[in-house]
Every structure is written in C-alpha cells, then in structure tokens.
C-alpha cells in the first residue's frame, strides 16, 4: 500500500534524526537504511533529503564532513550534533503523544460518557 | 530542450536555479555524489548504463523543485551589525586621529596623523574590509601552502628591502599581524597527520616567530604565540590532527609549557620580571627609563568621568599635557617633542574629554570581538572556525596591549585596533572583513576530504638459491 505522502513529509526531519543517532551516514545510506528499516513503505526521493539535510546543517541539529567511503569514494557524512539530540527527544516525544492520541481516537471512537 | 534524462543535464537545471553562484558547485558536487551511487545500484541490478542514469535522475525528483529547495537554502548571510560596528568604530578611529593632529598642533607632520591621511586610511580600510568581505575563503584554505609562503615571503621582503625606522623594520610589523591568519590555514595542511602532523604544525610557526624576532615586533611575536596556543588547541579539540582530543590538547600546552622552561633556564624570566615590575612601578626603573610609564600613570588620577563643556581652560590645559611626546631615551630632560607616538591616543582623548567616551570605545570593541567570537566558535567547518579565532585573537592581543600601554603600563608597544594608527587600521579592517567573509559563506563552507597517506614504496629484493 502506498502512502501518502503528506503523512511521511512531517516526519521527515525525526526519521532523519533518528537515522543518524545509530551513526554518521551519506545521503544515499540514509534513502537506502529507511527503506530497508520502514520495510519498503519510506521511499524518500534524494531531491527532498538533500534540502531537508541542507536545512539540518543551517538549523545546527546536524554537521557534515567530506570523508572518504569503504569504496574510497568521497562523500558528505552527517552527524548528529548535541542540538540534534535534544530536537530528537523533543520530536520523539511529539511524535508518541500525536501517535497515542490518534491511536485513541482510532481505537475508540466518539465516547459520550 | 534540456535532457534531464542525464546526471549532467539534471544537475545543470538544479543549478540554474541557486542564484547564488559559489554555492553551486558545492551542492552540484553533492548531488552527483548521490546520482552516481544510484546509477551504480541500478547497474549493478542489472540494467543498462543509460537506462540506469535514467532512473537514478527519475528517482531524484523534480530539478527546478530541488533547485528551488536548495536555492532558498543557500544564501549569503549579510553580516550588516558587524559591518555596521566595524565601521562606526573606524570612522571614530580616523575622526579621532584627525582631532589630535590638529590638538597636537601638526608637529612634525611626518609623524602625526593628518586629516588627509586618517580619512585616506579609513576609505582604504573600508576597500580592504569589502574586498576581504566579499572573498571566497574556501579559496584561501584550498591554497593554504600558497598564502603561508606568500606571508612569510612578505616579511622577508619588506625586512631587508623596505625602510627601517629606528631600527624597527616599519612595514614588518603591519606584515606580521596576518601571520595569526596564515598559521590557521597552515594548521589545515595537517589534518589527520597524527604526531607527525602535529610537530609540523608547531614547527610551521618558527619561521614566522623568527620574522617577528627580526622586525623587532614584540607585539606581533606576542600576538603569534597566542594565536598559535588558541589555534593548536582549537584544532586539537576538534581532533583535527588525529591523536585523540585531550592527547593533542596536552601537547599543545606542552609546547608553550617547553618554550617557557627553555627561557626560565636561559634567565630570560628574571629580565622579564623585571621589566614587569618597572611596568607596574615605573620610578623604580635603575636607568630612569620610567618617565613615560610615570606620566601616563599620572595622568589617570585627575581625570573625571566627563569634562564638562565650557571648561575649555582645563582641556586646553589638559590637551596640552596629553601631548605625549618620548624620545628615543624616554627621557624627562629633554622637553622639545622628537615625535608624538599615537599610540597614546586613547590617553590623550581621555584626559581631553574625560575617561567615560575611552571606556565606551573600549566597549564597543570588546563587544565587536565577542560578537566575532561567539559567532567564530558556531562555526560547523573547522578551518573558518581557526581564521575567525586567529583575528579575534591578533585583536584582541591588540586591544589588551593597548589599554595597558595607555594606562602607564608600558610593556609592549601596540595600538588600539580601528582607532590607533593608519596603516594599522586598514590591517585591522583587513583582518575583519576576511572574518566577516567566513560567517557571509558558512551556508557552504566544506571541509576537503582527508587526503590518504601516501604508500610506502618498499623495493623487495628476492634472492632465489638454484
């Protein structure tokens, strides 16, 4: 089932965060460990991460540093910074009270009591 | 019509987008960095090249969308409040300087500040600060090698072949105060070169200290020994040699640590201390040289916080001693004026107008230097962190130095950044647009990859018994 994609696009930037709290990664790691992590359902184009990381970097939550890759190629690794964690926490804890309130309300309907 | 069908065309539509142009090839790099790995995959699944650069534009998005995105991105910051400052406290430098000419009644015109001249400086200062402003410092990290070269050769040039005046080379100690600057982009050179590249590191600021000794600059010997420990262990808190956070810091310590014991042994500590203690107490100095610590020591203890206006008796009066004048002895006997040093400026202005327009300067400049600080320390990209440090540091060695020279401390000698000295306050000027330039572009300052070392070449002799 395809999702849509003002769900994904929201979340976007905690998906993001949280990838890069296992390690430091290169856009193209980042598109292929969602997918294999969401199991097919996050397949985010390359032309959204890359602003969206830009923005990151601008915003102080990540930091970028050329290196070079196994294949020794060279490439723009992101890391995580000390701002980025604490946005994590925040937008991890948003996210659960968004997720838990919807749950409700999906569980449960209209209570009248 | 544009083939986005390709990396090359697709990137080409990205780009036309980003109005910025420095900052195109950096996120061009990027993008082809990621079409690349992506065309690969598919190869790798089995598809055709051409089929496979294909999908790996396709699977990219929309390029005026992307390129919109990042255009919105990257932009240059314009950095109008510290430009604004810098250059208020530049116009009030060459006002300043222009006022205590004419206090000073114009004597001896080849030493004092004219009009013409504070206001020469302060429209070439202000090219200097633009033109630095506007400069592409990834440029100038890219050819690190080349500006420490230049640097060094600039103090050699004007040491043996421009004019010396009173034994000083002149123009040297105008030279030595972007050595701060050119010793952050050396300290780039050696990245993740471990102890080797440490000890490189180190070894790199010699030649520079040396052209400093030969000047003579105290001033710029001091401000480089500074910046170095500020630099080195800057570098060695972002593990930028390689050897591990607190090891590298350690041994940045170490060094100034080694430096001062080798001075210690040699008996340069007790000359100093006492050149310390006659700073503090200037009568004390054996050889009379104390007149002009007494003075300007003096001085302070009338001084009210603001003159009022109409007691124009009393600034005359006033205006009349803050005329410093020192011969090549320091002597009090000879009261005709061999030249006005206006390094005193700050002094003068003070005993003129009262401490209080003094201490609103100072805080203006201490306040553009921490701006610069905390600004330079957000930095993500190392060497534009070390270029703002160094100019922070070579300022606010400066200012220090100043403040305590005008307050009848006299141990080095040195002028109050922006406002002390033509020639100095288009350095000066110099020296913050190129920091300015670093905040302007931080949007897409890149660090270089890591260049790896260099195998070792092992020639392997095999001897085969028949």
């Not at chain 2, 900052?23 to 990027?30: D, L, S, T």
């Not at chain 2, 005046?165 to 050119?182: D, E, I, K, Q, S």
């Not at chain 2, 040289?289 to 124009?312: A, E, I, N």
């Not at chain 2, 534009?384 to 060695?397: C, H, P, Q």
Request: positive net charge; proline residues 4%.
């Amino acid at each position: 089932m395809e999702l849509d994609k003002s769900l994904v696009s929201g979340s976007m930037p905690l998906l993001v965060l949280k990838l890069l709290e296992g390690g430091d990664l290169y856009g193209y790691q980042m598109i292929e460990e969602l997918r294999k992590r969401s199991e097919d359902a996050f397949r985010l184009k390359a032309g959204t991460l890359y602003p969206l990381l830009h923005g990151l970097e601008e915003k102080g939550l990540v930091t970028a540093q050329e290196r070079r890759a196994e294949n020794g190629k060279t490439r723009r690794y992101y890391h995580l910074t000390d701002r980025g964690r604490d946005a994590l926490r925040e937008k991890e804890d948003a996210w659960n009270t968004y997720a838990r309130a919807v749950g409700r309300v999906l569980k449960g309907g209209v209570s009248l009591a | 019509m544009r083939d986005y069908g390709t990396i090359q065309g697709y990137l080409e539509t990205v780009m036309e987008q980003i109005r910025w142009k420095r900052a195109r090839p950096v996120v061009a790099r990027e993008l082809e960095q990621h079409l690349t790995d992506q065309r690969d995959a598919f190869v790798r699944e089995g598809k055709p090249r051409d089929e496979a650069e294909r999908l790996a534009v396709e699977d990219m998005g929309d390029p005026v969308e992307v390129g919109a995105a990042l255009d919105a991105i990257h932009r240059p910051r314009p950095q109008w409040g510290l430009l604004g400052l810098t250059l208020v406290l530049a116009l009030a430098g060459a006002v300043l300087r222009a006022v205590f000419c004419e206090i000073s009644g114009g004597v001896n015109a080849g030493h004092i500040a004219v009009p013409a001249r504070a206001l020469a400086s302060l429209g070439l200062g202000t090219a200097a600060l633009l033109g630095m402003y506007f400069l592409d410092v990834s440029r100038l990290v890219r050819h690190a090698r080349a500006v420490y070269i230049g640097a060094l050769a600039a103090g050699l040039l004007t040491l043996f072949h421009f004019p010396h005046v009173g034994n000083c080379a002149y123009y040297t100690r105008y030279v030595v105060l972007f050595y701060p600057v050119a010793y952050a982009l050396a300290l780039y050179r050696f990245r993740g070169k471990g102890w080797k590249g440490f000890l490189l590191a180190v070894l790199s600021g010699v030649p520079l200290a040396a052209v400093c000794c030969l000047a003579p600059s105290m001033t710029g010997l001091l401000i480089l020994l500074f910046s170095g420990l500020a630099l080195t262990l800057c570098a060695a808190g972002g593990d930028w040699f390689g050897v591990g956070r607190w090891k590298g810091a350690c041994a940045a310590l170490a060094v100034p640590a080694v430096l001062l014991t080798g001075l210690i042994s040699r008996g340069y500590l007790n000359s100093f201390r006492q050149r310390l203690a006659i700073a503090l107490h200037p009568e004390m100095d054996p050889l009379n040289k104390g007149y002009l610590g007494g003075m300007l020591q003096s001085f302070w203890q009338d001084v009210p916080p603001l003159r009022q206006y109409g007691s124009v008796g009393a600034a005359v009066h006033a205006g009349a001693r803050v005329r410093i004048y020192t011969d090549s002895a320091g002597m009090p006997g000879n009261t005709m004026p061999h030249y006005y040093s206006s390094d005193f400026l700050p002094a003068s202005m003070a005993v003129l107008w009262g401490w209080l327009p003094l201490l609103l300067m100072l805080a203006a400049l201490a306040v553009l230097l921490v701006w610069l600080l905390v600004k330079g320390l957000r930095q993500s990209c190392l060497p534009g962190r070390l270029v703002v440090l160094a100019v922070v540091v070579t300022l606010a060695v400066q200012t220090l130095l100043a403040a305590a020279l005008n307050f009848g401390f006299v141990l080095f000698s040195a002028g109050l950044p922006l406002v002390v000295g033509n020639l100095q306050t288009v350095v000066d000027l110099a020296l913050i647009g190129l920091a300015l330039s670093v905040f302007r572009g931080a949007s897409i300052a890149r660090e270089e990859p890591e260049k790896p070392l260099r195998q070792r070449k092992r020639l392997r002799i095999r001897v085969e018994y028949q």
